[in-house]
Structure formats: structure tokens, C-alpha cells
């Protein structure tokens, strides 16, 4: 009738025994000095407040950040690990990283093991941070790539609009006007004009388009359409005009070839028809359009090559005229066929 007893008996001492195996040596005793106690404050006081800007990150943003592979969480964790191991920390075994971390704190300072308990804030706050820097930059990110995308959609509307198009078309438009007059010159007065150099005229575009640019990105409460799309014009205003150096150089050349008042109206009307070919152009059909530019070269080329060839071999304002006026015959025909094939806008 004893064996009960004597059994149970046995299993306290069992017990006894088993828990005295896993409990915790008694720790070495660490004798902290003032500026341990003050490194280990500074630690903490960092800890709690990098905590409370973790908890101000948006949720999303910091789970992307804890998700994407972030190898501090690690670090940490391997760190905890450590410790509980260690230091026999039985109570924060098998609890989740949320309450582990608390937990190994908590036990670190019962224990008075002050200088792993100061290391492993330093641990924690350095993942913070980590992880802290990368909710910043995904922000950043994220709002550039909202910017980009809004600034997008400002300058898709901007230049469908038809002055934009129209606008869009005036370097086009300013290099054609520049060829024709460079056409009405002998080989050496072409010579005299360099012509345009890209990286000077890259040079000249870089305000207009930075102020283009701004107006497009600018907060909803900041952006005014009519500013940006006057923003659009000059940009393409300013490109256009980048030729205006080599069209001027050519034009004073004239002079010393048979340039007259005369000739410098036949010039302007040449410069005329061309620019109303260039507004009929921006509403037909490019095919069609095209067509019609063939079309009346093919009619008067014969014509315009003879005369030029004359000219330039023998300068003077008899050739000159008779150039231009083949000119104009050329771009009135060309005129007249674009005309029933431009739309009303």
C-alpha cells in the first residue's frame, strides 16, 4: 500500500533533479563602471525611441522593408539565440521575434549582465536603422514614381493639345526655312556659315526645359495647365531659334552674291509660301502631303538645277531672281495641292 508513495516520491525527486539541470548557473558577477552604466542608458534611450518611430512607419511599408529580404532581421535573431543559449533565458524560448526581443531584454537586466544587455540594444538599434533607412527610401521612391507617372500624364495632355503639336513642329519647320535659304546660295557663300552645332543649341534649350519640367512636376495645388503648356511652346520656340545664327550668317552672305531689295522680296515671298505649306502640313494627311511636295519638285527640279547652276558658276542678281521666282512657281503649285487636303481643326 506504499508503492504509491514511494513512486511518487521518486517522480518530485525526478523532477527536482531535471529542473535543476535546465535552471540557470548563477551568472558571473559584472562590475559595471559609470561610463558602462552611461553607454548602456544611451543604448537604451536609443532603443525606445527608434521603436517609436517603427511604429509611426507606415505598415506596409515596413513589412515590404522586413519582407525584402532585410539580412539584419537575421543578425538579431541569431543574436537572441545566443543569448537564450547562453545564459540559460528559458522563459523567452519558442516566443515570437515581437516578444522575444522584450523578453531577452527584460531577463539580460534581472540578471545584471549589463554589458550583453547594452551589445544587444546596439544589435537591435543597428537593424532598426537598417530597416528604418529602407522605409525612407521606399517612400521616396514611391512618391518620385507618383510624380514621374503624374508628370506623364500633365505632358500627354499638353502636347495633344493643338498649339502644342503646332509648336512642336517649329524646329521642323525653322530647318526647312534654314535650307531654302542656304539653296539660294553659291557653294562659297554656304561656305562662309557654319552649320548649327547640336551642343551649342543643347546649351540654350537646358532653362527652357528645366522650367518646362518643374511646372510638370508640381504638387496638384501648384500646377496650372496654361503655364506649363505656355512652358511647352517656349521650349520649342527656343529649339526653333537655335538656327538663327547660321540663318542670319547666310542671309548677309546674299549681298555679295546679287542680293538686292528686289530679291529680298522675292526671298520673303518664297519664305511666306513656305510657312503656309508647313501650317497646312500640320492637319493632312503626312502621305498625301508628301505627295504633293513630290509632285511639284518633280515639275520644276529640271528648272531650279539649269538656273542654279548658272548662278553659281556666274553670280549676280539676274540668275538670282530668276532662282527665286522658279522657287516661288515650285512652292505656289505645292500650296495649291495641299490646300483641299488640309482639316479644319
Not at 43 to 68: S, V
Not at 205 to 224: I, M, T
Not at 274 to 301: H, M
Amino acid at each position: 500500500m506504499f508503492e504509491p508513495l514511494r513512486t511518487t516520491s521518486r517522480l518530485a525527486v525526478l523532477v527536482a533533479w531535471l529542473s535543476a539541470c535546465g535552471a540557470a548557473p548563477a551568472p558571473a558577477p559584472q562590475i559595471a563602471t559609470a561610463e558602462d552604466n552611461q553607454k548602456l542608458e544611451r543604448a537604451k534611450e536609443a532603443h525606445a525611441d527608434l521603436e517609436k518611430q517603427l511604429a509611426a512607419a507606415k505598415p506596409e511599408l515596413l513589412t515590404h522593408c522586413k519582407t525584402r529580404g532585410e539580412d539584419c532581421l537575421i543578425t538579431v535573431a541569431e543574436r537572441r539565440d545566443e543569448l537564450i543559449s547562453k545564459h540559460y533565458l528559458n522563459p523567452c524560448r519558442g516566443l515570437d521575434a515581437d516578444q522575444q526581443s522584450p523578453c531577452v531584454a527584460r531577463e539580460l537586466e534581472q540578471h545584471a549582465l549589463r554589458a550583453e544587455l547594452t551589445s544587444f540594444y546596439e544589435t537591435e538599434n543597428w537593424c532598426s536603422h537598417r530597416l528604418l533607412e529602407c522605409v525612407t527610401n521606399t517612400s521616396k521612391d514611391a512618391e518620385q514614381m507618383a510624380i514621374r507617372e503624374r508628370a506623364q500624364k500633365r505632358r500627354e495632355r499638353i502636347e495633344a493639345a493643338p498649339e502644342a503639336v503646332a509648336a512642336a513642329h517649329a524646329p521642323e519647320f525653322a530647318k526647312e526655312k534654314l535650307s531654302f535659304v542656304r539653296a539660294i546660295l553659291p557653294p562659297k557663300g554656304q561656305a562662309e556659315c557654319a552649320p548649327t552645332k547640336p551642343e551649342a543649341c543643347e546649351i540654350k534649350l537646358k532653362a527652357p526645359a528645366a522650367d518646362y519640367e518643374a511646372e510638370l512636376a508640381r504638387a496638384p495645388a501648384d500646377y496650372d495647365a496654361k503655364r506649363a503648356q505656355s512652358r511647352y511652346v517656349a521650349l520649342q520656340t527656343a529649339e526653333a531659334e537655335c538656327t538663327a545664327p547660321e540663318r542670319n550668317c547666310l542671309l548677309g552672305q546674299l549681298a555679295q552674291y546679287g542680293g538686292t531689295p528686289e530679291t529680298d522680296k522675292l526671298l520673303k515671298q518664297n519664305l511666306e509660301l513656305i510657312a503656309q505649306q508647313q501650317k497646312l502640313r500640320l492637319t493632312a494627311d503626312p502621305d498625301a502631303a508628301e505627295q504633293c511636295n513630290n509632285q511639284g519638285v518633280a515639275q520644276y527640279s529640271g528648272r531650279i538645277v539649269d538656273t542654279y547652276q548658272a548662278y553659281a558658276a556666274e553670280p549676280g542678281t539676274y540668275l538670282l531672281q530668276k532662282l527665286q521666282k522658279t522657287f516661288i512657281s515650285m512652292h505656289q503649285a505645292q500650296l495649291w495641292c495641299l490646300m483641299p487636303l488640309a482639316k479644319k481643326r
